[in-house]
DNA sequence: TCTATTTGACCCGA
DNA sequence: TCGGGTCAAATAGA
């Protein structure tokens, strides 16, 4: 492991450790200040982290671009690296690739999968070629549950272009062991731990009220494991207060009142937060999730 | 006419 | 050899 790669994971450890801590403080009412505190600290250690990722990502690509250009190699397929991969799904109601991130994405394909019933559609950032963004994202609707969309981002974007400020889509975050074969993945579905969050980024931008909307839940199956619509957000959902559909937590979680540390159902929120704050490798490599929200 | 999408072909890695 | 990612010509739509 080379010595950038200690360091961010320091960064995220640290990150992990401070979640925690507010973890606590949320459960104390009395600590709203140091829980805003603990909530800055913990954005910058993630903001630093990935910005270490995407300096080497960067100079990585960059490389790659010159390679292919300065030897004529036009359908040489990128191979990224597996840390740049992230998947999460996102609720129905925004179409196949017009699930608005807040970027310009263009669809340059689509494929039909190898043991998938639906098609993978394949964007790329549209200022791919004017300011040399390389984000990619692959949208596939989900085998098991056709209102719910598979989207891979690939690459985090390096233009200054948005439609408008970015901006994350309320989503379910669900990260898979890799090395899994895709097979295996879908005979066994569930996260490896307990790795799912769902969140809602209503007012990111003034981050004023951040965490108001925000909540993790814990994963759980519906029906005794037999799929994911209890945890993701349906096309109803994207105003989680609205939502009436699911089970168990993960709906009270969608209805839970903005103010969670006055709810008293905030205790038993946060209580299954040492489970799902102790994500793991898994997710720390997933952290180009956080783009969405810086 | 311009831009985005569709789709078959091509290419590469496993 | 196969599966998946990308290209680019054809097509659709504004």
Known sequence: M???EKLVINELEQGRELAKRLMSNLKDTSSIESSKSLI???LSIYQNAISMLDDKKVLKRSREIDDKYSKNVIKKRKVFE???KVSFF??????????DDGYCWRKYGQKEIHGSINPRGYFRCTHRFTQNC??????????????IF???YVGSHTCNNTTTSPKTPNFSVSTFQEGNTAD???EDIKPTKTEEAMMSFEDLESKKNIFRTFSFSNYEFENGGGGWKGNLFHENQLSPAATTSGSGITSEIATAPASVENSETADSYFSSLDNIIDFGPDWLLSCDVLNWWM
Not at 91 to 98: H, T, V
């Open 2 to 4: 080379v010595m950038e």
């Open 40 to 42: 800055s600290e913990i």
């Open 82 to 84: 597996k840390t740049e």
């Open 90 to 99: 996102v609720g129905a109601g925004q179409e196949k690739g017009s699930i």
């Open 134 to 147: 390389l984000a990619v994202k692959q949208v596939q609707k989900s085998d098991r549950d056709p209102s």
């Open 150 to 152: 598979e989207v891979k």
């Open 184 to 186: 295996e993945q879908r």
